[in-house]
């Protein structure tokens, strides 16, 4: 079963606007949550990624918040821009292993 | 500095055959992951390679299987294929110190007819 809930499936947001995505998880095992942007044709590669005893974490345009209480993080991506456009997954390691929600598939339009 | 690379990039197949996978990992990097991501669908665990040796596995089943080499490269086997296996494979390299993060090949398209 996914361990890691992402939502929502794909969202479409005008350039300069805030595409927000969320991930849900059980596992109180999971001790680091890094989230991936993959481009078609291509691998996921690494954007940020934080621990749960910090709240927020910020890098360049991309922000990560974390509500550990209710098992939930999510990503926000500033001022969007057209080549943002990717599919964006959450995910959430525990014992070496990481467990990736289903992936978000972000559209900014110019 | 180069990063993950994975060989071949593309594969077809037929149902009952086997194949081979390759991967080598960024440079300073000793752990392989392997990972299997259908269309649609975000990435999932088959099993982490460290000192040659298979350190986790997923929900996978025999079929599947892998090796590491002394230079900290691997290679995934699956065996019997049949269509379901049609997927892209993914493999990541890391620090085999438990606390860094994966890094990400292309993966390797396999199809299977």
């Known amino acids: 079963q996914q361990q890691v809930k992402q939502s929502p499936q794909s969202l479409i947001v005008q350039k300069g606007g805030i595409p927000i995505i969320n991930c849900a998880y059980e596992n109180t095992a999971f001790d680091y949550f890094p989230w991936y942007q993959q481009f078609p044709g291509k691998g996921p590669a690494l954007l940020i990624a934080?621990?749960?005893?910090?709240s927020e974490k910020k890098e360049g345009r991309f922000t990560i918040s974390f509500n550990k209480s209710a098992k939930q993080f999510s990503l926000h991506i500033m001022d969007s821009q057209p080549g943002d456009s990717a599919t964006y997954f959450c995910?959430?390691?525990?014992?070496?292993?990481?467990?990736f929600g289903a992936g978000t598939t972000v559209t900014v339009r110019a | 500095d180069a990063g993950v690379t994975q060989s071949p990039t593309h594969l077809i197949k037929t149902r009952g055959q086997q194949v081979t996978l390759r991967c080598s990992p960024k440079s300073g990097h000793d752990t392989v992951s392997w990972y299997q991501q259908a269309l649609g669908q975000g990435p999932q665990f088959i099993f982490q390679?460290?000192?040659?040796?298979?350190?986790q596995r997923g929900n996978f089943p025999d079929r599947f299987s892998g090796h590491q080499f002394p230079n900290y490269s691997s290679e995934l086997n699956v065996n019997a294929l049949w269509l379901g296996d049609s997927a892209l494979y993914l493999c990541?390299?890391?620090?085999?110190?438990?606390?860094?993060?994966?890094?990400f090949g292309d993966g390797t398209r396999l199809s299977i007819l």
């Open positions: 995910a959430a390691r525990d014992d070496y292993k990481l467990s």
């Open positions: 934080i621990r749960p005893d910090v």
């Open positions: 990541a390299s890391s620090l085999g110190t438990g606390d860094q993060p994966q890094h």
């Open positions: 390679y460290y000192e040659e040796e298979e350190r």
